[in-house]
């Protein structure tokens, strides 16, 4: 509440400015819920009447926009967008498959652990566009069913998504609002995530695996592909991969060097942008980066801007200073019994709710805390319980993260359709166990 002159905090219709963004902030969240009206559609609405009635003024929209996050997501998208131009992705997927001789026991689990690699490198929502399409077409040869192939894969997108800073758009809003870096997340939930990810790959071979057949004339056939085919533009691999390892590089060493994520991965994609139009016409220039741009999820970004300002409006006008007062009149100064509901709290909510704007009104909650817990370095372990059970939390519905939603879309236009409520009922104990587990985890190591 610094600064208190320079805030617009009039009322509206009488209403105090903290009741008016509270309204907006939970009518915008019934909207994104019931997905009636686009998410996108939403943010942006209830941002612009946080400002058009008085809550906000332009220069704190500005102030409450977490560019750095921004710009990591664009830039990560543009280097996927493009390295995805060269078939890698399909030539893993088939690898992959011939690798394991096309059996489909081994091939449930080869998928979901490729999945959860790329998940954690990329970005989970990135991963699952790139993987699940080759997953359908895998499984239609072999004539298996694709729902344990595709349910195995949405729980290793958000499991390996966990275990980095890019690899979950929740993580990606800790790191970049906190300020922790890429070895950060690996040194400390990249464990809990091994752990949880390798009981998940036991369950689903113990549930599905050891069931799954596929006929001799099925594996034959998918043993004739050439996954070297599929590689489409060597050059332009070549390219990306120089830039992928370039761009890891400064995620791992930049942090220490003052370097924010989002710069890192916007000048990545600005390189493999250079890199893949150097030496064409101005002509073929101008394609490929409008090419790569429409590749951007824009609906996401949007999504995101809107969102910033939204939780900003009730950050400022006090709601979320109280709401932890109360946190803190349950927990007092325990910080374990804090990182403990932390972690529940935010897995079961997480799951009803999308963990992108949980975290998102979580952040300065738990920054609000902080002076009555010990101060930042103290309160660290509360950002490794709000990664855990935000990201491990959306596994429990389809609504709980963007993959999940996604990979619904594809197997929705496949013709195999994924029920919601056929889900959540394995989904949503399977999330409670996985969340069980990383809160031993995180109980015995981070305090």
Not at 180 to 195: H, R
Request: charged residues 10%.
């Amino acid at each position: 509440m610094e600064h208190a002159s320079e805030l617009a905090t009039s009322a509206v219709f009488g209403w105090p400015p903290m009741i008016v963004a509270t309204v907006i902030l939970i009518a915008a969240y019934v909207f994104i819920i019931t997905e009636k009206i686009n998410r996108a559609i939403v943010s942006l609405l209830g941002a612009g009447l946080l400002v058009l009635l008085g809550v906000l003024n332009f220069k704190l929209v500005v102030q409450g926009i977490d560019f750095n996050t921004i710009f990591l997501l664009i830039g990560m998208m543009v280097i996927v967008a493009i390295t995805k131009q060269s078939g890698v992705f399909q030539f893993v997927a088939i690898y992959t498959a011939k690798a394991v001789h096309a059996n489909p026991r081994m091939l449930l689990a080869a998928l979901a652990i490729v999945t959860a690699v790329f998940s954690a490198l990329l970005d989970n929502v990135t991963t699952v566009l790139l993987v699940v399409p080759v997953t359908l077409l895998l499984t239609d040869q072999l004539n298996l069913k694709a729902y344990p192939f595709l349910f195995s894969q949405i729980f290793a997108s958000n499991i390996g998504g966990t275990a980095t800073l890019i690899g979950d758009p929740p993580n990606i809003l800790i790191g970049s609002a906190v300020g922790l870096g890429f070895m950060d997340f690996v040194d400390w939930v990249g464990p809990p995530a091994l752990i949880v990810l390798i009981f998940c790959l036991v369950f689903f071979d113990f549930l599905w695996g050891r069931k799954l057949v596929a006929s001799d004339e099925d594996k034959h056939a998918m043993m004739q592909y050439n996954a070297f085919e599929a590689i489409e533009d060597k050059v332009l691999l070549t390219k990306s991969l120089i830039t992928l390892a370039l761009v890891l590089f400064g995620f791992i060493y930049g942090h220490g060097l003052g370097w924010a994520p989002g710069t890192i991965a916007l000048t990545g994609a600005a390189f493999l942008l250079l890199l893949h139009s150097f030496g064409g016409s101005p002509e073929e220039q101008s394609h490929n980066v409008h090419k790569s741009f429409q590749e951007v999820e824009w609906e996401t970004i949007f999504f995101f801007l809107g969102l910033f300002v939204l939780v900003y409006g009730v950050e400022h006008t006090g709601l979320l200073k109280i709401v932890a007062t109360e946190m803190l009149s349950v927990t007092g100064t325990n910080i374990e019994l804090a990182g403990m509901l932390i972690l529940g709290a935010s897995a079961v909510l997480s799951a009803i709710v999308d963990n992108i704007p949980f975290v998102a009104t979580m952040i300065p909650l738990i920054k609000a805390m902080q002076a009555d817990l010990g101060g930042p370095a103290a309160i660290e372990p509360l950002w490794w319980c709000l990664s855990l059970g935000a990201c491990l939390g959306g596994n429990g519905t389809l609504i709980g993260a963007s993959a999940n939603v996604m990979v619904a879309s594809f197997a929705e236009r496949a013709g195999q359709r994924i029920s919601f409520a056929k889900f959540i009922v394995l989904a949503f104990p399977l999330m409670l166990c996985t969340t069980a587990i990383s809160a031993i985890y995180a109980y015995f190591v981070y305090f």
